[in-house]
């Protein structure tokens, strides 16, 4: 399974980006999709996830009520709204072959190679 994510660039404080990604050449069934990221210097850390049927939603408390995530299929978008600062960072792409969804790093199977998100005035 490969992933491709796109949608990443360099805003200013209060802007939107929207990040997408798309899942090919395989099968994951039934499993979650989900984004983190990672800021020079600190550990890769998680940042939102949604459930194969798209119903379940988990998000870190650092972007609850400014990111929304959402998913067609094998596609899933970040929408990041209110940006600060401090969401500058490379974000990943995830997902996972079983059934279930999770917050931590080591639960999820594949990975896309990162896209930058810089916010900076």
């Known amino acids: 399974v490969q992933l491709q994510a796109s949608g990443g660039g360099l805003v200013q404080p209060g802007s939107s980006l929207r990040l997408s990604c798309e899942a090919s050449g395989g099968t994951f069934s039934r499993g979650a999709m989900g984004w983190f990221r990672q800021a020079p210097g600190l550990e890769r850390e998680f940042v939102a996830a949604i459930s194969w049927s798209g119903l379940t939603t988990y998000y870190s408390d650092s972007v609850k009520g400014r990111f929304t995530i959402s998913r067609d299929g094998k596609q899933v978008n970040l929408q990041m709204n209110f940006l600060k600062p401090e969401d500058t960072a490379v974000y990943y792409c995830?997902?996972?072959?079983?059934?279930?969804?999770?917050?931590?790093?080591?639960?999820?199977?594949?990975w896309g190679q990162g896209t930058q998100v810089t916010v900076s005035s």
């Open positions: 995830t997902a996972g072959r079983r059934e279930g969804i999770a917050k931590f790093a080591g639960w999820y199977d594949y």
